[in-house]
Structures are given as C-alpha cells and as structure tokens.
C-alpha cells in the first residue's frame, strides 16, 4: 500500500515528498514537531498535543501554518488516505523557506509536513521481560522544554544505547540528577510504593503522556512526586520505567550491568500500563 504524507498544501506519495533546499528546518532546525499515537482509529490526547504545539511555537516565535481545526481536518484525511488503524502522526512546523540568514526572515509563511507510519501495537515481550537502558550524559541544548527538531544529542544518544543492546538511554545532568530519556520520560517508585518523576520544567520536555500517567496514578491512589532522582537511586528502585506517547508506560528491568529488583516488571508499573491502554480504549474515535 503506497503512502501519502502532506506538504504544504498538497497530498503527495511518500516516496515523492520533498521540501525546498532553503527550508528553515533543513537549514538550522528551525521548527518543532509532535508525534500523536493513533491508536485504533483513535487520535490519542490529540488536543493535549497540539495544546503543547501551540506552546512550542510561541517559545520560538513561529505562526501557526494554518488554523488548528483546519489541522485537524487535515490530519484525519491524511489518516484516512493512509488506511492505517494503528500507528504515529508525526506533524512538523518550520519557519519557512528564505535565504539562508541567521536571523528570523520577515514576510515568510510557516511550512507544514504531516506523516502516518504504521506501527505494530505494544510488544509483549516488552510487557513481560521490560527493557534495558544506559545513562548518558545531557548534552542536549537548555530548552528541551520545547520540542524543536534539533535532535542530533538524541540521535546520538539512542546510537550509543543501540550499541550496548538497550532499548532507551536515560541523560544525567551536571549535578548527576537523571532529566529524561532521548525520547522519553523517566519514573522509579520507592521501596514505600511512591511514584517519582523528574519535576516540569526547562530541563525537560512535559510529556503527554508524563501528564497521563499523573492523573491515572492519582485516580489508583498511588502516592507521587515530583523531585529529582540519580541513576543510583533508579538502580536501587523497587521499580524503574519510561513514557512516551509510542509506548505508553515500558518497564525498565536494567539499567546497564545492574538488574531492577527482581528482573521482571513491577506490579505498579503493570497496573499504570493496563490502565494506560484501558485510557485509550475510551478516546473517541477520530477516523471511523
């Protein structure tokens, strides 16, 4: 089945897609973007996502590229085109194309790219057994706050976790305290039974799905915080695991040479991912 992707206006095959040479993101990563997990049929925290879109924007000082229901429309006929139930919707803003300069260009329209790629619901394996991740050094720009395209430290990132056979690479700052992973967020709950996750702001980006998992632990009654925590603490933990809108909640059994408690996914972390899913049962549906 042929892909469609959209590009400014235009429907286009996959394979024929392109921007212009001068786009603003090509040439300094000038824009932003947002994935949105659609999940059979279902547009996942859809508003959330383009809440923080909007958001990422103004940080940067960029326009929107069309209105934000006109967004929608267009997001659910590329669905649509692409006849997939289940997969991701990645969407990208860029300040546009002009001449290569520095500074912002004047009088120039926003660019606008949209996607779907299937994607193969959640592994079992990585429900039963959990996942391996490293601890790397941040060395990411100071907003990760604002989801721009600018990735090369997570490229670089996910690279050396590929390397050692792990699945994510969680960052440590320069005080040693772990901010989040190269394309998620980082959770440990104590041996009393609390949830923890790095605090909001400038040192990480505000996950949906982070923000998800907030209020579904709230409603199970399970205690939470929000405050720092070290790799050696996550080592310690009763139970470790990460968040991201493509893979809900995934335990975490190691973290490099060191097994989490047992080796197997904890208890807490089962009951927060079928939850999570039971959550996205209950969207509505977006593409009949």
């Known amino acids: 089945m ?24 090509y040439q300094f990563a000038d824009g932003v973007y947002e994935v949105i997990n ?7 925290d859809e508003d959330a996502h383009l809440d923080r879109l909007d958001r990422s924007l103004r940080e940067l000082q960029m326009d929107w590229p069309m209105s934000r229901q006109a967004m929608k429309v267009i997001m659910r006929e590329l669905v649509r085109q692409n006849r997939y139930a289940t997969g991701l919707v990645y969407i990208q803003v860029t300040r546009g194309v002009a001449p290569r300069d520095h500074k912002f260009p004047e009088d120039v329209r926003s660019a606008l790219v949209m996607t779907v790629r299937p994607m193969l619901e959640f592994p079992a394996e990585m429900i039963e057994d959990g996942v391996k991740i490293i601890v790397i050094d941040d060395m990411r720009w100071k907003r990760p706050d604002i989801k721009a395209i600018a990735l090369l430290p997570n490229v670089m990132g996910k690279q050396m976790a590929a390397e050692e056979g792990a699945f994510e690479a969680w960052m440590r700052d320069a005080d040693g305290f772990i901010t989040e992973g190269t394309s998620s967020n980082a959770w440990i709950v104590t041996a009393a039974g609390t949830l923890i996750t790095h605090p909001e702001g400038q040192d990480i980006l505000r996950g949906i799905t982070r923000q998800e998992i907030i209020a579904l632990a709230d409603e199970l009654g399970i205690p939470f915080e929000e405050r720092k925590f070290t790799a050696d603490e996550a080592s310690a933990a009763r139970e470790v695991f990460m968040s991201n809108s493509s893979h809900f909640v995934t335990p ?16 807490l972390s089962l009951a927060l991912h079928e939850r999570y899913l039971q959550f996205m049962e209950s969207e509505p549906f977006a593409v009949p």
């Open 2 to 25: 042929p892909r469609i992707a959209y590009v400014n206006g235009r429907y286009l095959d996959h394979r024929h897609a392109a921007v212009h040479v001068e786009d603003r993101g």
């Open 38 to 44: 659609l999940y059979r049929n279902r547009l996942i």
């Open 252 to 267: 975490v059994t190691r973290i490099g040479d060191v097994t989490i408690a047992n080796g197997k996914p904890g208890s």
